[in-house]
């Protein structure tokens, strides 16, 4: 049996169970893309930052630039950012710090790999907001008056990111046969972290269609642009109803997306990705944090569940609901679905349930189920003593819980 301290574990489980998104500040974020370089029109693309802190102390953060790399003959980005150089810079309380011409200004125009672009990590100690915005320096309008305004990107937090078994989707992806008119897509990753992640990426038509699947690899904290996806997988067009279809294979979490140039006068448009998690299975592997309806929950219940393949590795609940229905904490072994003093059935329907009991001095037996959903799970616990119990004989309870992604498998 494992015991832990009821409070502070429910804290823990609460904390985890709430997930950060986009326009939320944060205290980690990660810029896919910047650049200071020439495109393949002769676009001079330069990126600035704009950092919001909308805290009541002042905002001290680190940017650290995540160098781009060519992508080579065995379509891989060797380009090992874990000695990246970084740079601090402070953002006042409830004040914006504008930089413009980051890698300019702040990383000296640095291209460590042969190519002045990549991401930037952005980690702070008060969460702030992150947006960029890349345009053309160049551009001219058709009366020859220079001015563009480019796109902008928002940081993206690791929630946002494609985890391993994690399928992400992309629209908008165009192909030309020429670079006169139409559109060019650049699809870009950015590795977050300092160990080697592959990506599947595959570019499809509108019915699904594959015009071309493969494997990339990233090394640790690689930066990477695959420039005109469709021409790279040999599709000519015109064609502006592609989709990009990206699967994590090992590794990640790993940040992509899209930016789409207008051939004929460089104007800039970004593409997003949207995800599914848990690839075939449709659950994502890892760690969930439980929380209980609040009239379920006087005393601060903690609970996990860590999930592989769609299947519980681990489970462990603990709670003193009242003097009557105490529970330890009870668990699987974490290599096997089965263990401890739970057993575990899944049912056709995809959901699972578990039994399991406590012998003396707190004999107990419980029963429930875990149903998975499109954002976490679900699921109920029962807890009884028989009447056999040398106290509290014949008492029952029942919970109701959810449960949110909260970090990857550790063992």
Not at 265 to 293: C, E, H, M, Q, R
Request: a neutral charge; one cysteine or more.
């Amino acid at each position: 049996m494992k015991s832990l301290r009821s409070s502070a574990l429910a804290a823990l489980a609460l904390a985890l169970a709430l997930p950060v998104f986009a326009d939320s500040p944060s205290t980690k974020q990660w810029v896919l893309a910047t650049a200071k370089a020439t495109g393949a029109g002769g676009e001079s693309f330069v990126s600035s930052l704009r950092i919001v802190n909308p805290g009541a102390s002042t905002a001290n953060v680190t940017l650290t630039y995540l160098a781009q790399s060519p992508i080579d003959g065995n379509n891989a980005a060797t380009g090992d950012n874990t000695s990246a150089v970084s740079v601090t810079v402070q953002v006042p309380a409830g004040q914006m710090l504008p930089i413009e011409d980051v890698i300019g200004t702040k990383f000296g125009g640095a291209g460590p790999f042969g190519i002045v672009a990549g991401g930037i990590k952005v980690v702070s100690d008060q969460p702030v907001s992150v947006l960029s915005r890349t345009y053309v320096a160049n551009a001219v309008s058709s009366t020859g008056k220079p001015g563009t305004y480019g796109f902008s990107i928002p940081a993206q937090v690791d929630d946002q990111a494609i985890g391993t078994g994690d399928t992400g989707y992309i629209p908008y992806i165009a192909a030309s046969p020429d670079r006169t008119s139409g559109f060019r897509c650049n699809f870009i990753m950015l590795n977050t972290v300092a160990t080697t992640s592959i990506v599947n990426v595959a570019l499809k038509k509108q019915d699904g269609t594959v015009i071309g699947q493969r494997d990339y690899t990233l090394a640790a904290l690689a930066a990477a642009q695959l420039g005109d996806i469709a021409a790279a997988y040999g599709y000519a067009g015109p064609d502006q109803n592609l989709f990009v279809v990206v699967t994590v294979k090992s590794g990640g979490p790993v940040v992509v997306g899209t930016s789409i140039i207008d051939n004929a006068i460089s104007s800039l448009n970004y593409a997003p990705p949207t995800k599914t998690v848990g690839g075939s299975t449709g659950v994502k592997d890892g760690v969930y944090g439980i929380v209980f309806k609040s009239a379920q929950d006087p005393y601060g219940m903690t609970a996990r569940v860590d999930l592989f393949g769609a299947a519980v590795q681990y489970m462990a609940f603990s709670a003193v609901p009242d003097s009557c229905n105490y529970l330890y904490w009870y668990q699987a072994s974490p290599s096997t679905t089965s263990g401890g003093n739970t057993v575990f059935t899944k049912h056709s329907d995809g959901s699972i349930a578990f039994s399991g009991g406590d012998s003396a001095p707190n004999t107990g037996n419980w029963t429930g189920t875990v149903v998975f959903t499109s954002t976490g799970i679900t699921g109920t616990l029962n807890f009884s003593r028989p009447a056999s119990a040398a106290s509290c004989a014949s008492t029952s309870v029942h919970y109701d819980f959810t449960g949110a992604w909260a970090a990857a498998l550790t063992y």
